[in-house]
């Protein structure tokens, strides 16, 4: 079962599933999602969006997490953003990064 879909929001995470694996991070094209460190955490990261404003709605996130711990919003119910090219620019940065926030 998955997380009731918050208002006004385009991309949101169960925290409670993720495994950390950066898969959705990798797929990510507009650097809308990142891992931070946390202590609290099993693996020691969890996944964050940290850019939620750049999100185009791709739902390539949602596709291959297979913990089914990321959601998108339907294309009916929020008006994403447009890929930019500084979007672009931080999904590289990001990925260059292992995957953590910058
Ligand atoms: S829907 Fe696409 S742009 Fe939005 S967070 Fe997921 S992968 Fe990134
Ligand atoms: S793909 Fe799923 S399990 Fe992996 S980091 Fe992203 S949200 Fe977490």
Same mark, same amino acid.
């Given at each position: 079962?998955?997380?009731?879909?918050?208002?006004?929001?385009?991309?949101? /995470?169960?925290?409670?599933? $993720?495994?950390? %694996?950066?898969? =959705?991070?990798?797929? @990510? !094209?507009?650097?809308?999602?990142?891992?931070?460190?946390?202590?609290?955490?099993?693996?020691?990261?969890?996944?964050?969006? /940290?850019?939620?404003?750049? $999100?185009?709605? %791709?739902?390539? =996130?949602?596709?291959? @997490? !297979?913990?089914?711990?990321?959601?998108?919003?339907?294309?009916?119910?929020?008006?994403?953003?447009?890929?930019?090219?500084?979007?672009?620019?931080?999904?590289?940065?990001?990925?260059?990064?292992?995957?953590?926030?910058?």
């Amino acid at each position: 079962m998955s997380l009731m879909a918050p208002k006004n929001t385009p991309v949101w /995470v169960d925290e409670q599933r $993720c495994k950390a %694996c950066n898969i =959705c991070v990798s797929y @990510c !094209p507009a650097g809308v999602l990142a891992m931070r460190d946390d202590v609290h955490a099993v693996l020691g990261q969890m996944i964050e969006v /940290v850019h939620p404003e750049s $999100c185009i709605g %791709c739902s390539e =996130c949602e596709a291959h @997490c !297979p913990d089914f711990a990321i959601m998108v919003a339907k294309k009916s119910e929020f008006q994403f953003a447009k890929l930019t090219p500084q979007a672009k620019d931080r999904a590289k940065l990001i990925k260059d990064n292992n995957y953590k926030k910058l």
